[in-house]
């Protein structure tokens, strides 16, 4: 059997678009319960990708507090692989005080993977940002936006490199500069630092062929008729051509072709269940997309490949079915696109 990508599940989803105007926080030792239960065949989670964010994490907690963290997932055995940097307090294209919060907290975000590596339970994964601006505000001045993102974007990789550490940018239609796939490039490009990648969902990229927030990037075909394989087939290529040599994460996921939001979360591409009749990707066959090359040879460009599924309403996520469901349609994409290491 492949055992390479490994297999993790994100924490995230237990706060992301949760809150006073929706649903409550999931709790993290929830999390970490559900993903540790999972099992499909014998086959398990090997670790999970961590929000670093309130209520789940204390990103200003103390050294101390990080190591009782990494000691509390290892006691689920459990390995922890990319960190979401917790970057909205102060937008890549604000004013100079909101520009300095951000590469701020890509340092602290940095740190605390270093203490994670230290403790033994991190040995893969990067730290992922985005731009913390909508496409709106990105709209009003496109040109000096993009720009002042992109100099955040630096700054910040220049702070990574001091922890070794890589930064991925998430290709998300409610992120400013990055809203589409070719803004996503054209930001890359512009950055044009060693480590500075992309994180492909495979949710949100399936939304880039539908032009949200970007109608003139779009690339499907309006009333796109979703029986028609070949042509998604070739509209998923053209994106994972553009952006696969930049990818240095991955995120599996379905997506049904709609935008959803809940709470304060933006609108952006919907996370599907695993299972849900309505998705309109072949899971594990399009994640080859991604996970391999134009010539359809493995990139290996990753050591661990994430289940998102943000947004999912709290019954569902109570629920272990639901990641044992995750688990079994993670493992068929490594029976496909898998190594031995």
Known sequence: MNNYPKLHNATWPGIVGKGPDSEPPIPFDTMLEMTSKAEVNGVKFDG?????????????????DFKRIADKIAG??????????????????????ARETFVDMVRKSCHFGKIMREQGVRTYGVIRIDSAASPDAWAADPVNNS????????????????YDEKLAAEGEICWGGMHSWKTMVETLE??????????????????????????EDRILPENFDWNDRATLEAGLKKVSDALRPWTIDFHVAQNDGTVHGTGSHD?????????????????????????????????????????DGCMFDNSVMMNQQTWNDILATMIKVRELHGWEG
Not at 191 to 209: K, P, W
Not at 270 to 299: E, I, S
Request: hydrophobic share 40%; glycine share 10%; charged share 25%.
């Open 147 to 162: 720009k002042l993102i992109v100099q955040t974007f630096q700054q910040a990789c220049d702070v990574a490199a001091e």
């Open 190 to 215: 512009a950055v044009e630092r060693d480590n500075m990648g992309f994180q492909a969902d495979m949710s949100h990229t399936l939304l880039y062929l539908l032009g949200y927030n970007k109608p």
């Open 76 to 97: 689920y055995n459990l390995n922890v692989g990319s960190l979401v940097a917790p970057i909205w307090g102060g937008s890549a294209m604000g004013d100079k005080a």
């Open 267 to 307: 609108k952006t591409g919907r996370h599907c269940q695993a299972t849900d009749p309505n998705g309109k990707l072949d899971v594990a066959k399009d994640a080859g997309f991604w996970l391999r090359d134009g010539d359809g040879k493995l990139t290996k460009a990753f050591k661990h490949i994430c289940w």
């Open 48 to 64: 999970i990708d961590l929000g670093l964010l309130d209520p789940h994490i204390d990103i200003n907690g103390s050294d101390d």
